[in-house]
């Protein structure tokens, strides 16, 4: 049989995405479009006789900076040396980037291996909605959280620059207006002092991003994304294990952990306030 690796089109990424939810990544069930606007030559796939087998990305947001995701081989291929084939195909295309991942922690050896570093873990929590989408329209009125819609988009992607290793405009533009999702701010005397979105999944919703400059921010941005989802629908939301705060606020509400990954680098931890970060945006692109 002939293997081969090459770019992946976006109907092969909406492929990536099913096989993801199969291996119970439970991917938002309007990612792609978002994803593929970052980069649309940042998907890859392995194909054996031309038939598709294995799958990976590797996203640059610029010359600066990428991410890894979508890591997935079908189980009757594993261990056969074709998922590094397409790793060493993928990483090819992000030749100057610091290069970040969330792995799961059994894989951080291997990962180690091809020049990885442990940043710090990040905790999948799941709790419950906390109300009904049709019965609770947001008040644009209701200050200080509005829809993020009515915040400047510059005055956005300058409070994400201290959360995000960089700028990612175009990843924003396209995630933060999928269809059936909710982007709130919390505005206070006119400037933004945290954000956050809760969009639905294969099971339930995910919160990401979360970010605000304090706690009492947080939660208030959570219980309002916790209301938009219906009270019988589990709410995912990934906290940076190094940040107690958003431990704290997890737990607090009633939030249990189910899953934890490893963020890991090639390069130095970029700067980011993990002080600010209370929800990951997405597993797969940081």
Sequence with gaps: MSYTTRTATQDEL???MAWAAQEGWNPGLHDAAAFYATD?????LGLLDDEPMACMSAVAYDARFGF???YIVKPEYRNQG?????????LSHLPTQNIGLDGVVAQQDNYRKSGFQLAYRNIRYEGVGLG???SMPVDAHHAPILPL???PFAQLLTYDAAVFPTTRAAFLREWLRQPDSLAVGYLSEGQLRGYGMIRPCRAGYKIGPLCADQPDIAAALL??????ARPDQPVYLDTPETNRAAVRLAESAMMKPIFETARMYSHENPAMDLRKIYGVTTFELG
């Design 14 to 16: 909406n492929l990536m």
């Design 40 to 44: 649309p030559q940042g998907y890859f």
């Design 149 to 151: 819609s009515h915040v």
């Design 132 to 134: 009904a989408p049709a």
């Design 223 to 228: 219980g309002r994304l916790r209301q938009w």
């Design 68 to 70: 890894l995701g979508f």
């Design 82 to 90: 074709y998922g590094l084939r397409l790793w060493q195909h993928a």
